[in-house]
Nanobody, 125 residues
């Protein structure tokens, strides 16, 4: 069965850092683009960043220069290093796997193949 083993989220102060990790089980990083979505209270789920099997990366404009996604194929694990966190980054972060296009197009989110359970990231002012 395809699923993820995720790290814990956390509570950090604005300007701080946090690293999320997501280990694939039952599939490999060559099978799908893998990355994160997030959903803040009262808002729609949105794509944050993903990395494709060829190593190409897509990231939401508001996190560019602050969040860096990377992968370790030997561990089938994808990481999201989040620096200079802002209060508006507070959300539940979901690991996901599927077609890269799903991250930038909300109409394609429903076609993602695998979802993590979600990690709460809270950024305090």
């Amino acid at each position: 069965e395809e699923h993820f083993v995720e790290s814990r989220g956390g509570l950090v102060q604005a300007g701080g850092s946090l690293r999320l990790s997501c280990a694939a089980r039952g599939f490999t990083l060559d099978d799908y683009a893998i990355g994160w979505f997030r959903q803040a209270p009262g808002k729609e789920r949105e794509g944050v960043s993903c990395i494709s099997p060829d190593g190409s990366i897509w990231s939401k404009d508001s996190v560019k220069g602050r969040f860096v996604i990377s992968s370790d194929n030997a561990k089938s694990t994808v990481y999201l290093q989040m620096d200079n966190l802002k209060v508006e980054d507070t959300a539940v972060y979901y690991c996901a796997a599927g077609a890269r296009s799903s991250w930038a197009n909300k109409d394609l989110v429903k076609y993602l193949a695998v979802w993590g359970q979600g990690l709460l990231v809270t950024v305090s002012s």
